[in-house]
């Protein structure tokens, strides 16, 4: 049966199967492909170029800096255009596998200050000064797989597919649609050495969730980028569209959101629901604070997405409740039950910068900043 969805993108062109050929030739020995993977300008999207090195590289600190052309990704001007890419994580590379090599990087500019997209530099120094509370994040990033006409994938081109109810978590073939790009993304994510906890198909059909974490600190970040890179690099085999907006489908339809788990060890430990509760008080009284670090418009794309329906709270209230997904936080069930464990933001959108919205997490309910 063919595949329209392909035949519509200029990878129809393209036959699979020959790639194999080529792949499967061996490297000669002690060189490795190490794919260098930044954030462009646009703070949303990511870029990536690949070099060969001469060695097997067993951690990211020998890997060395790089550049590109900053003026074609919106971070530099023409005349002055390279930008350096500084290797901070490594993964493994589940595309050319063997010993090559996946590498996330910092982007900076001329004058070696990091470019207005680099929100991980920031990220990281405040991430060190609250390292002995232990901060753990999980971030659910949902997605929407779109055709190459960008209508999302499996909707009728000249109506609307039936209302929401049978598609979160749904199974058949009327119900949820691309299941092996899901798949295989979750496969690529074990691969690489992303900590993949879960992946369920969400309220809106051709609508996907994964889950990252949980991690600690500066980690939650890289791994989330990384986890992008492969959705979409992995979408690109199918010849669909993965998109983050977070209200892809304007309407009675579900927006999408990266719900951040956070807790400190406190919070993990016995009556560490007087921590959450602390935390939450902070968190209040900082709102608006947020809503500006939670989406790449400083709340513009949020804007559509947070109504107060479709599971979500306004975006001009705080709010807080225990299993609660219409609140600005809610503390799941089994925590309150507890009294211990860890508080999910629903605020920030599918499209935020995880490094922001961490950074922000921590600065409010750790530094008291």
């Not at 993977?37 to 600190?61: L, M, Q």
């Not at 959705?231 to 489908?249: C, I, S, W």
């Not at 959101?257 to 993990?268: I, K, Q, V």
Request: glycine letters at 8%; charged letters at 25%.
């Amino acid at each position: 049966m063919p595949n329209h969805v392909l035949e519509s993108s200029p990878n129809a062109a393209l036959n699979k199967s020959i790639i194999g050929k080529f792949m499967d030739l061996p490297i000669p020995e002690g060189k490795c492909q190490a794919m260098y993977i930044w954030i462009d300008g646009t703070g949303e999207n990511v870029r990536a170029k690949t070099r060969t090195v001469d060695f097997i590289p067993t951690s990211v600190k020998e890997l060395p800096v790089w550049n590109y052309d900053g003026s074609s990704t919106y971070q530099a001007e023409g005349g002055n255009s390279d930008t350096y890419l500084h290797p901070v994580a490594m993964y493994n590379d589940p595309f050319r596998r063997g010993n090559n090599k996946l590498v996330l990087c910092e982007t900076y500019k001329y004058n070696k200050k990091p470019t207005e997209s680099n929100h991980r530099h920031s990220c990281a120094k405040t991430m060190e000064a609250a390292k002995k509370w232990k901060p753990w994040f999980g971030i659910e990033q949902e997605y929407t797989l779109l055709d190459f006409d960008l209508r999302p994938l499996g909707w009728p081109k000249n109506g609307f597919p039936g209302p929401q109810g049978p598609y979160y978590c749904g199974v058949g073939a009327n119900k949820v649609y691309a299941r092996d790009i899901v798949e295989a993304h979750y496969r690529a994510c074990l691969y690489a050495g992303i900590n993949i906890s879960g992946t369920n198909a969400e309220v809106m059909p051709a609508q996907w969730e994964y889950q990252v974490g949980p991690c600690e600190g500066i980690d939650i970040g890289d791994q989330l980028w990384m986890s992008r890179f492969l959705l979409h690099r992995v979408a690109e085999e199918f010849g669909v569209v993965a998109t983050l907006d977070p209200k892809p489908m304007p309407g009675d339809w579900n927006g999408a959101g990266a719900h951040t788990n956070f807790s400190t060890e406190l919070m993990r430990e016995e009556n560490g629901i007087i921590e959450i509760e602390k935390a939450i008080d902070k968190l209040s009284r900082n709102h608006l604070r947020h809503i500006q670090a939670y989406d790449p418009k400083g709340g513009k794309d949020n804007e559509r997405r947070l109504t107060g329906k479709h599971e979500t709270s306004s975006i001009h209230d705080f709010s807080a409740g225990v299993a609660n997904r219409g609140a600005s936080i809610r503390i799941p069930r089994g925590v309150a039950e507890e009294k211990q464990g860890y508080l999910e933001d629903r605020r920030p959108s599918s499209n935020c910068d995880p490094y922001s919205v961490c950074e922000a997490l921590v600065r409010t309910c750790i530094l008291d900043e």
